[in-house]
């Protein structure tokens, strides 16, 4: 891993924590055959370096009237010229220098029903993950927020049908 020395301990040791984070630091000294004290010194190394960014709660969307998954596919403006920015007002404003990429980034970060954006290769340059409450959320949505910010010229939409595989768990190798 890059910058770091991850052994076959701290994998085990990641591996569980990434099936379940509120282990005790005891559970998981146990679980690898390791005392306390150095188990809780590796975890500790491992946060530090960032390798464990945090810990988290993982909710059901569904369960909090979150039903519609949405992958929204963004093409921004390319032509250079000062770039327009959109308060949360709907009033705009330019921000001398500010890119339409550097607007549009900061503006995903203020809205809630975008829990992942990436930027990607290809025909579209980023990768929504929207989730909303039904298909009049999304509209709302699209049309207030998505649509409303000056630097987007395109999107295109996929809607989940079905969750075949989800998980939060990365391959540790």
């Not at 040791?13 to 306390?36: F, K, M, T, V, Y």
């Not at 975890?43 to 945090?54: C, F, N, P, T």
């Given at each position: 891993m890059a910058g770091v020395e991850i052994d076959a301990i701290d994998r085990r040791?990641?591996?569980?924590?990434?099936?379940?984070?509120?282990?005790?630091?005891?559970?998981?000294?146990?679980?690898?055959?390791?005392?306390?004290?150095p188990c809780l010194?590796?975890?500790?190394?491992?946060?530090?370096?960032?390798?464990?960014?945090?810990?988290?709660?993982?909710?059901?969307?569904?369960?909090?009237?979150?039903?519609?998954?949405?992958?929204v596919d963004v093409r921004l403006e390319k032509r250079g010229g000062p770039a327009v920015s959109v308060r949360s007002d709907g009033s705009t404003s330019r921000r001398p220098g500010a890119t339409h990429a550097e607007l549009f980034r900061a503006a995903v970060q203020a809205w809630p029903e975008v829990v992942a954006c990436h930027a990607m290769t290809g025909d579209m340059d980023y990768m929504l993950r929207v989730h909303v409450e039904d298909m009049a959320h999304f509209s709302r949505f699209m049309q207030d927020q998505l649509l409303h910010h000056p630097s987007v010229i395109d999107v295109k939409t996929s809607f989940s049908l079905d969750t075949i595989k989800e998980t939060t768990a990365l391959p540790i190798l």
């Open positions: 040791i990641l591996a569980i924590l990434q099936e379940n984070g509120r282990l005790s630091n005891q559970d998981i000294a146990e679980r690898i055959n390791l005392s306390p004290s010194r590796r975890i500790r190394r491992l946060e530090e370096s960032g390798v464990i960014r945090g810990y988290v709660a993982l909710l059901d969307p569904q369960r909090l009237g979150l039903a519609l998954l949405a992958y």
